[in-house]
């Protein structure tokens, strides 16, 4: 507030929800009030809030015409700026991790204004556990697991939401927050006790190089085409890679079958393997004889060796 002059940031109160590879903007847009006779030079900030509530991260800044963008938001932000008194952050080819609320700060030497606005991903959360077996991973590990399946470590609110959605597993996995929970629609012995009403159970934080877990991915839809790769023989692990890769294709990742199954409604009886060696089928509409009457990524672990088909991703 300066000389009876108050400038005024406003972002959209709604969560705005996107897919990877999208480009979406971020409305922002300030004015004064009273308006003013002469416009003043103002700076625009925008920074990505971090879920731990620590530093934000720099995203970009403008003044006058200059504008520099940072990190690995680099060559994929811009302004726009249709009128005067616009400051829309816009983002193409969205990444998994780029959900989260972002800081639009507009800063005229005297004052200094912002607002906030959240953007989230729709995608699908999935269990993750290494071909080692159960509870291997610390949480660096764990992360790492996800990446290599094409895919983040899932945050609460992604796991709270895919609980809401169904989502029932008994194995405790990590969170991006350093928590490790797991998802209970149908309370059970075993599972945190039959008493216990239906939701996240939780394990709190953890230590992230101590303790190990399973871990909760997330991924949002494709760029390309995941397909069970017809062949008259069975096919060994590395038969399974090169055939995929004799198609013009690649052995797909576990978070590209789920993301294929949840996005474009992949449906396939047979199992086949994927690149990490588990063996796996997708079923969006359940039928007698392809596993449990709910649909979903039914899963036969990972056999020692034998003979399957194969599951390809073909990029578009
Ligand atoms: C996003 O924008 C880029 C560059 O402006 C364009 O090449 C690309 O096709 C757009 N992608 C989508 C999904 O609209």
């Not at 230590?207 to 069970?228: E, M, Q």
Request: neutral net charge.
């Amino acid at each position: 507030y300066f000389s009876g002059v108050k400038l005024v940031v406003e972002t959209p109160e709604g969560t705005i929800f996107t897919y990877r590879g999208a480009n979406i903007t971020l409305p922002c847009y300030y004015h004064y009030e009273p308006e003013l006779q002469t416009p003043r030079k103002i700076r625009i900030k925008w920074s990505k809030l971090r879920e731990d509530n620590t530093k934000e991260q720099d995203v970009l800044v403008a003044a006058g015409l200059k504008h520099r963008s940072f990190g690995d938001f680099r060559g994929r932000v811009h302004l726009r700026q249709e009128n005067e008194q616009e400051a829309s952050l816009v983002i193409t080819n969205l990444r998994l991790q780029d959900y989260g609320k972002y800081r639009c700060e507009v800063i005229d030497g005297l004052e200094d204004e912002s607002s906030i606005v959240e953007l989230e991903m729709r995608g699908v959360v999935f269990p993750y556990q290494p071909p080692r077996g159960r509870y291997r991973l610390n949480f660096h590990e764990a992360k790492k697991a996800c990446e290599e399946q094409d895919s983040v470590i899932a945050s609460f609110e992604q796991l709270f939401k895919s609980w809401e959605e169904g989502l029932d597993w008994c194995n405790a996995g990590w969170l991006m927050d350093g928590t490790v929970q797991y998802p209970i629609t149908l309370p059970r012995e075993p599972c945190g006790g039959k008493g216990m009403a239906p939701g996240l159970r939780s394990y709190g934080e953890r230590h992230k190089n101590l303790h190990r877990f399973d871990v909760f991915c997330f991924s949002s839809t494709l760029k390309g085409k995941v397909y069970y790769l017809a062949r008259l023989q069975k096919l060994s692990l590395e038969e399974a890679k090169q055939a995929c890769q004799d198609d013009g294709a690649e052995i797909a990742k576990v978070g590209q079958l789920y993301a294929a199954w949840k996005f474009f409604n992949l449906d396939r009886c047979d199992a086949g393997w994927l690149s990490d060696g588990s063996i796996r089928y997708p079923i969006a509409f359940p039928r007698p004889n392809c596993g449990p009457p709910e649909p979903g990524i039914r899963s036969f672990g990972f056999p020692s060796g034998g003979k399957y088909g194969v599951y390809c991703y073909k990029m578009s």
